[in-house]
């Protein structure tokens, strides 16, 4: 295939970003470029001792670094986020080559880390400061609640938002005092590693971001053992078992995981913005994004005129490989991938689904990629109707009740996203808070809730324990010591005082505290 490869991804430049992993047996894995399929670079692979020695590393950075006053941390963060903004384009080129991804979902996603950093420039100062309240005696006791780094966070990210992923969460551990190593996905290591150059380019201390490199299996378990905190983005499957060991080591675990996401429209929404909705949140990123829409719920009054208007713009999608900002949509990450999705398509039109648009793999375009596809008669015996596909395929249902609506959308494993639209907002919202979901957007995909870096996002059910964002997406990464002082000794009996009176005395006083404002 005649494709050129971005300028800015030379060998050299390869090669100098995966020189920083780890890898004392030589072991290497073939990353390729998605539209190609040509090797681009040997990823080197650790060892259970490389991981060791990068907490080692890690932790001896951390120590310092936990010194440092918060306002010079956040310096650094503030220079990063020039250099982030300024190389935004060949970040996208690395996202771009390593994924498959479209360039419109690549500079997207160069975008995240600097707003990570830019919420948290502003919010650390506050969500980290000693919180000194009264103690249990007015006046003679305080207590105060001291915001300390865990120590060295392991963060496991995904391929499909490997930069976004990766380097975000890795950010605000940082911030918060803490070292981080990081454990990418084999397919996708280069943004992260690019991620890492710029912030040490920014001031980050050397050692203090560490990356090893492996099969999931292969490091998991080491880096789990070695980390005071996980932070893993990922399918609901490895989930568990990142969870079942963080909690046989008792150390806490953010998990954000997979979703069978659903969209409602609602009877009086705006249907060229419902259907314009559907084909970001069905064919953004090829599908292949954690809140993305899998299953679409629409009144029987408006069914065929959404399915009309929505099969016609699937069909007329511009899919193909560029690194240039013209493709609507680009390729799935892998062949191993595009057959997973491939079977989901098969099993639902084996089972009685019909195929309104795409439904099969493009090898004209690409190794990996697929059609837009959209199904009608997807049933739960389905793999489609009830497990995540993570690809560009959508099926669509109809209902006559708001309330059987809900019930559908309710009627899953997963509580990652969902989607309502409707002309009403009042009314629109009042749906939203019906269903249980961790993120729901009314009249948008997922956008405005990711990009809401104030709210806490995660999931709930099989989508996850914890969130990113918010004041938890930082302060998760702390651990806080209640620093107790008591001014002068006025607890117990005081000597030779009969313990009768000493308890009526307590007693009083802790009705008179109930009564007071004092705490
Ligand atoms: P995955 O679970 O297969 O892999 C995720 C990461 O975990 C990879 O780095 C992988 O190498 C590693 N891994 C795999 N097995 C491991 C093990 N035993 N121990 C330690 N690490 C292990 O998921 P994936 O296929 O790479 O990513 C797609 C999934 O991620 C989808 O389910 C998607 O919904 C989910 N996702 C969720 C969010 C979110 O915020 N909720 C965001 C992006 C992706």
Same mark, same amino acid.
């Given at each position: 295939?005649?494709?050129?490869? =971005?300028?800015?991804?030379?060998?050299?430049?390869?090669?100098?970003?995966?020189?920083?992993?780890?890898?004392?047996?030589?072991?290497t894995w073939k990353l390729t470029e998605v539209y190609t399929g040509e090797v681009l670079v040997e990823l080197p692979q650790s060892t259970p001792a490389d991981i060791e020695q990068a907490f080692v590393k890690a932790r001896a950075a951390q120590a310092e670094w936990s010194q440092w006053p918060l306002a010079k941390r956040l310096r650094v963060f503030k220079k990063a986020h020039s250099l982030f903004v300024r190389n935004a384009h060949k970040t996208a080129d690395l996202i771009q080559v390593e994924s498959g991804k479209n360039r419109r979902m690549a500079i997207e996603e160069s975008c995240d880390p600097p707003m990570v950093m830019s919420h948290y420039i502003k919010h650390a100062p506050r969500l980290l400061a000693p919180k000194k309240v009264g103690g249990p005696v007015p006046f003679l006791t305080t207590s105060t609640a001291i915001r300390q780094p865990k120590g060295v966070v392991g963060v496991i990210a995904p391929w499909n938002f490997p930069f976004a992923t990766g380097i975000s969460d890795a950010v605000t551990a940082l911030i918060a005092g803490n070292g981080v190593v990081l454990k990418p996905d084999n397919k996708t290591a280069l943004s992260p590693l690019w991620g890492i150059t710029m912030l040490e380019e920014a001031g980050l201390p050397k050692g203090l971001f560490q990356v090893v490199c492996g099969e999931g299996p292969d490091v998991g378990p080491t880096l789990i053992d070695n980390a005071n905190y996980v932070m893993f983005t990922g399918?609901?499957?490895?989930?568990?078992?990142?969870?079942?060991?963080?909690?046989?080591?008792?150390?806490?675990?953010?998990?954000?995981?997979?979703?069978?996401? =659903?969209?409602?429209?609602?009877?009086?929404?705006?249907?060229?913005?419902?259907?314009?909705?559907?084909?970001?949140?069905?064919?953004?990123?090829?599908?292949?994004?954690?809140?993305?829409?899998?299953?679409?719920?629409? =009144?029987?009054?408006?069914?065929?005129?959404?399915?009309?208007?929505?099969?016609?713009?699937?069909?007329?999608?511009?899919?193909?490989?560029?690194?240039?900002?013209? =493709?609507?949509?680009?390729?799935?990450?892998?062949?191993?991938?595009?057959?997973?999705?491939?079977?989901?398509?098969d099993d639902a039109v084996a089972k009685g689904a019909t195929v309104l648009a795409g439904g099969k793999a493009r090898p004209d375009l690409g190794p990996a990629f697929f059609e837009p596809t959209i199904l009608e008669g997807v049933t739960k015996d389905m793999l489609a109707g009830e497990c995540e596909t993570f690809g560009p395929v959508v099926a669509l249902h109809r209902y006559r009740t708001v309330d059987e609506a809900v019930e559908l959308a309710n009627d899953t494993d997963y509580g990652l996203n969902a989607s309502v639209w409707g002309g009403d907002v009042d009314a629109a919202c009042a749906v939203a808070r019906r269903i249980h979901s961790g993120n729901v957007n009314v009249n948008d995909i997922l956008a405005t809730a990711f990009a809401s870096k104030g709210t806490p996002s995660g999931g709930v059910k099989q989508s996850g324990v914890g969130a990113r964002h918010g004041d938890q997406g930082l302060t998760k990464y702390t651990d806080v010591q209640n620093l107790a002082v008591l001014k002068k000794q006025v607890m117990g009996a005081r000597p030779g005082q009969d313990y009768d009176a000493y308890v009526k005395s307590m007693l009083s006083g802790l009705s008179m505290m109930r009564k007071t404002r004092i705490r």
């Open positions: 295939m005649s494709l050129q490869r =971005p300028a800015s991804v030379t060998d050299a430049f390869l090669q100098q970003l995966v020189s920083r992993v780890p890898s004392t047996a030589g072991g399918s609901t499957a490895t989930g568990r078992v990142i969870g079942e060991r963080a909690g046989r080591n008792l150390i806490g675990a953010c998990l954000e995981l997979g979703g069978k996401n =659903p969209m409602i429209v609602l009877d009086d929404a705006d249907l060229d913005e419902a259907v314009e909705g559907a084909v970001f949140g069905v064919f953004g990123n090829t599908g292949q994004i954690c809140m993305h829409i899998e299953r679409i719920y629409l =009144p029987e009054s408006r069914y065929e005129a959404f399915r009309d208007k929505f099969v016609a713009r699937a069909k007329a999608l511009d899919v193909r490989a560029a690194y240039d900002f013209g =493709p609507e949509m680009g390729s799935l990450v892998s062949v191993d991938h595009k057959d997973r999705v491939q079977s989901h398509v």
